[in-house]
């Protein structure tokens, strides 16, 4: 199975790649956004399948050009 690009990220996914994208790290996006680390995994986890990603750099490059996020 490949990615869905029409799959759209859900809000709290948007903020999970937001933050992450300020190099905070799973213990800290759990923490600021009231999640436990497994759930902040599993965000993560979706976003790079709908985004055909294998990591959170990857995933932040696409959102960026699609103008999900700004850094």
Same mark, same amino acid.
């Given at each position: 199975?490949? @990615?869905?690009?029409? *799959?759209?990220?859900? @809000? &709290?996914? /948007?903020? /999970?790649? *937001? !933050?992450? *994208? %300020?190099?905070?790290?799973? @213990?800290?996006?759990? %923490?600021?956004?009231? !999640?436990? @680390?497994?759930? /902040? +995994?599993? =965000? !993560? $986890? =979706?976003?790079?399948? $709908? &985004?055909?990603? =294998?990591? +959170?750099?990857?995933? /932040?490059? +696409?959102?960026? +050009?699609?103008? !999900?996020?700004?850094?």
């Amino acid at each position: 199975d490949g @990615p869905d690009p029409s *799959a759209s990220l859900t @809000p &709290r996914e /948007v903020e /999970v790649l *937001a !933050l992450g *994208a %300020e190099g905070a790290g799973i @213990p800290e996006l759990g %923490e600021e956004l009231g !999640l436990s @680390p497994d759930t /902040v +995994r599993t =965000h !993560l $986890k =979706h976003i790079y399948a $709908k &985004r055909g990603v =294998h990591n +959170r750099t990857g995933a /932040v490059t +696409r959102a960026i +050009r699609l103008g !999900l996020i700004d850094c």
